[in-house]
C-alpha cells in the first residue's frame, strides 16, 4: 500500500488489468499516477484475467478487508454484556386470515314519523286557547270597580280581572269512527300533547263511535253513558262530526245527533270545541253554524281559536 496516497497494490493489478498494455508499455505511467515508485512496478506481475463472477467475489473481499475509520479508531463504547437473542417464533401469534364483506349490509330504511296536524311551535298556545276556560284570577278589573263605587254598592270582594287557566281540567272525546280511522296516529300525538299542555292529572280520555250519543269508553275499557264535566271545564272532540271518510260509509250515528250533544254540555256550564281535520267544505252547515268547529291544521293559529270560540259563545 502506497502510504501517501492509500492505493493498495490489489487496486495497481486491476487499473493494469483495465487499462495497461499487455506488452507492458504504460505501467509505468499508470503506477506513477497511483503513487507507487517505479521500481516497485517493475517487480508487479500481472494478473491473468479471470472470469467476471470469481473477479466480483475477490473485489467483495478486497472491500470487506479494508479498514475504515469507524474500525480502525479505539472504542470508547462500554462492555454491554452479552447480545439477547429472541425467539421469533414464539413471540409473534399465528397469522389470522381476515374475511371482508365485499358489499356491507344495509339496514331497512325507516319510514320518516308523520308531521303533526298541529304546528309544533304554536301547538301549546293553541290547546291552552282551546282547553282553557275564562276564570276570576287576574289583577283588579279597574273599571269594574268604578263602576261599583259609582252605584254605591257594597264591594265585599274587589272584581278580579278574567283571564284564561286550565285549572277546571279538559275533557277529551276522541272519535274511532270509520271517519277517523286515517288519523289514529295524530289523535295519539295530539292526546299526548293535551295532557303535557293542562296536566294529566287533569285530563279524561273518552273514546266513542261517530258522536258519544251511542255510548263512550274510559280509558280503563269501561263502556257507559256519555256526561259531561260538572265543574265548567273545557270539552274538546277529537271527530269528523260523522262526515268524513267514505260517503258510503253506514254511521252509528248522524250530523244532527252532535247538536244534542253540544246542548247537553252547554247545559252543564261547560263548552265544546270540536277539532275537525277534513276540510271546512265537508263539515256539516247544520252542525257549523251552531257549534264551534275548529279546523285541526298545521296552519292553524290560536287566533283562529278564540275567534271560533267568539264567534258561538252563548
Known sequence: ???GTRVFLGDLVRALQRTGDPRGENWSAIAAMLGFEFGVVRTVIPVPPQPPEIKRQQDLRGEQRRPSAETSAPSTTEDIGELMEF???RSTSPPEAL???SVAPQRP???PSPRPLLDPLWQRGILIESAGTLEAAGDVAILEAVDLFARGAPL????SLKIRGVSKGCQ?????GLGMQPFTNDTRQIVGAIRKAVGSEHTRVLTFIDCPTTGVMTETFGDMHYTPPDNGAMVLAL???????PRSAIREAEPEDWLTVAKRIRDAGSDLLILNPYPPDRWPA???DRVAVLHWDTSTKAVDVRQTRRRTSR
Open 239 to 245: 271527530t269528523d262530526i260523522c262526515s268524513g271518510g
Open 172 to 176: 277529551v272525546l276522541v272519535d274511532g
Open 109 to 111: 330504511a325507516s319510514a
Open 87 to 89: 425467539d421469533l417464533e
Open 99 to 101: 374475511v371482508l364483506d
Open 1 to 3: 500500500m502506497n502510504a
Open 156 to 159: 265585599l270582594d274587589l272584581p
Open 286 to 288: 247544520q252542525v257549523r
